[in-house]
Nanobody
Framework: QVQLVESGGGLVQAGDSLRLSCTAS????????IAWFRQAPGKEREFVAH????????NYADSVKGRFTISRDVAKDTIYLQMNSLKPEDTAVYYC?????????????WGQGTQVTVSS
């Protein structure tokens, strides 16, 4: 239904910034919400942020509030995650996911992930 491709990960030092991109293709007109999740080794998948397409309302996990910003470029069908003041505990594989009108519910379409590593 929707194909998602993440990019922008890399290796940075604590305090640095990165901007992740999630480009959507396919039936993008069916998207309700795009979210960013992350998963660190040995941990469960964690919600990071989401943006609602109808009104661009955003929500953030407490651990990233004030540091991360999710935004949307409508013309490019791209969602960004601007990450500032990065901490070693932000190290994880970051995934974007879409909740759509035609899905079974929840986030049914996922990207392949991009690695973010923050050194101390």
């Amino acid at each position: 239904q929707v194909q998602l491709v993440e990019s922008g990960g890399g290796l940075v030092q604590a305090g640095d910034s990165l901007r992740l991109s999630c480009t959507a293709s396919g039936r993008t007109f069916t998207i309700y919400t795009i979210a960013w999740f992350r998963q660190a080794p040995g941990k469960e998948r964690e919600f990071v942020a989401h943006i609602r397409y109808s009104n661009e309302h955003t929500n953030y996990a407490d651990s990233v509030k004030g540091r991360f910003t999710i935004s949307r470029d409508v013309a490019k069908d791209t969602i960004y995650l601007q990450m500032n003041s990065l901490k070693p505990e932000d190290t994880a594989v970051y995934y974007c996911a879409a909740a759509t009108m035609t899905g079974m519910g929840g986030y049914g379409d996922w990207g392949q992930g991009t690695q973010v590593t923050v050194s101390s």
